[in-house]
Nanobody, 120 residues
Framework: VQLQAFGGGFVQAGGSLRLSCAAS????????MNWYRQVPGKPRELVAR???????YYADSVRGRFTISRDNAKNTGYLQMNSLKAEDTAVYLC???????????????WGQGTLVTVSS
């Protein structure tokens, strides 16, 4: 199983970006999809989570601005980011709980990061 995150870029404050996290491999189901972000010198922060039962979690700093979603048919998760602020600048990483192949239990996988830069 591999996760590939993409969609980052440079945007002015107030703008929007949509990140995607595509899972590939012999996937049976993606259980929980998470988006984290990392700023140098700071702990990795959980930004948003979407469970298989459609329960959503958002960090206080992004609630009301970011929306997490998924397309199970495409094995892809998304993070729609609106009203971006300079403090949202970070490397964004996806992390998913995936059941694959003939495995009984799910495994946990990280995608590579995608850089989001917001200019003030």
């Amino acid at each position: 199983v591999q996760l590939q995150a993409f969609g980052g870029g440079f945007v002015q404050a107030g703008g929007s970006l949509r990140l995607s996290c595509a899972a590939s491999g012999n996937i049976r189901s993606i259980n929980t999809m998470n988006w984290y972000r990392q700023v140098p010198g700071k702990p990795r922060e959980l930004v948003a989570r979407l469970t298989s039962s459609r329960v959503r979690y958002y960090a206080d700093s992004v609630r009301g601005r970011f929306t997490i979603s998924r397309d199970n048919a495409k094995n892809t998760g998304y993070l729609q980011m609106n009203s971006l602020k300079a403090e949202d600048t970070a490397v964004y990483l996806c992390y998913a709980d995936v059941t694959s192949g003939g495995n009984l239990y799910p495994g946990q996988y990280w995608g590579q990061g995608t850089l989001v830069t917001v200019s003030s």
